[in-house]
Structures are given as structure tokens and as C-alpha cells.
């Protein structure tokens, strides 16, 4: 018989530094999930990922507090911050105060194609230039300026 769900938790947690400390504490203590053990479960499965990677996790919470999660891929914004060299841990370096007046950084096309083939499992498109497009969009929206 198929557990019953009790509800989702979404959250966005560094890669390999899950710790019982807000936000991660507060939200599963709520739902009555055992902390320490998504925390270790969660290190454990990031431990090959570069550290301090945002990785987005959706906590799927059972009625018997048991929980399953998975591990989504990096937003495009930490790509396209690391792509361009801007700072991609705390907010000097997150993009312009004022998009589509100043530039804060440039990419090329190939950098965002190669953006959409490592995203490719979380957007909404099969085709890596649609899905490029969309990586060139975001770009766009942090004040990045897009060549080629």
C-alpha cells in the first residue's frame, strides 16, 4: 500500500551544508520531519557537487513523518553569475540594479546553450536552442548583455 502524502516542502539549500539551522530547521520541524537525518541524507548526496551551489530540493512528507526528496538542478542565475564572473554567493556581484539600462557583465550564445544542455532536465522545452533562449532571457533580466 502507497504511503499517504501530508505535503511538500520546497527549499533551496547549499550544496553539502544542510544544517539544522533556519531556513531548513524551522520548516521540517513543522511538518515533524527528523532534521538531522535529511541533513545528513541531503550531505551525503551533495558531497560531489561544487560547495556553496544553490541546489533547489523538494521534501515530499508522508503521514507517518517519514519524507523522500529530490535534488534539482542549480538555477540558471548561479550559471549565468559564474558564466559572466560576477560574485555568485551573496548580493554584491547578483546582477543590475536596473536592467535594460546598465550592463553589469556580458555572455555569449554558446555559454547559455551550454547552460540550457546542463538545465535541460528542468526547463520546459526538449530543444537546447528553445531552451537556450530562455537561459538568454533571464540573462537579460539581470542586466547581463547576451553576444552572438
Not at 560531489?48 to 515530499?60: A, L, M, N, Y
Not at 540594479?97 to 522545452?125: F, H, W, Y
Request: aromatic letters at 6%.
Amino acid at each position: 500500500m502507497a504511503k499517504k502524502i501530508d505535503g511538500y516542502i520546497n527549499l533551496q539549500v547549499p550544496a553539502g551544508k544542510a544544517n539544522p539551522s533556519p531556513p531548513i530547521g524551522p520548516a521540517l520541524g513543522q511538518r515533524g520531519v527528523n532534521i538531522m537525518e535529511f541533513c545528513k541524507a541531503f550531505n551525503a548526496k551533495s558531497k560531489d557537487i561544487e560547495p556553496d551551489t544553490p541546489i533547489p530540493v523538494k521534501i515530499t512528507v508522508y503521514t507517518d513523518r517519514s519524507f523522500t526528496f529530490q535534488m534539482k538542478t542549480p538555477p540558471a542565475t548561479f550559471f549565468l553569475k559564474k558564466a559572466a564572473g560576477l560574485k555568485t554567493v551573496g548580493k554584491p556581484g547578483s546582477g543590475s540594479k536596473e536592467p535594460g539600462r546598465t550592463v553589469v557583465a556580458s555572455v555569449t550564445m554558446d555559454q547559455c546553450r551550454e547552460i540550457a544542455k546542463m538545465k535541460l532536465a528542468d526547463l520546459n522545452t526538449d530543444d537546447i536552442d528553445q531552451g537556450a533562449r530562455t537561459i538568454a532571457g533571464s540573462a537579460r533580466a539581470m542586466g547581463i548583455e547576451v553576444k552572438g
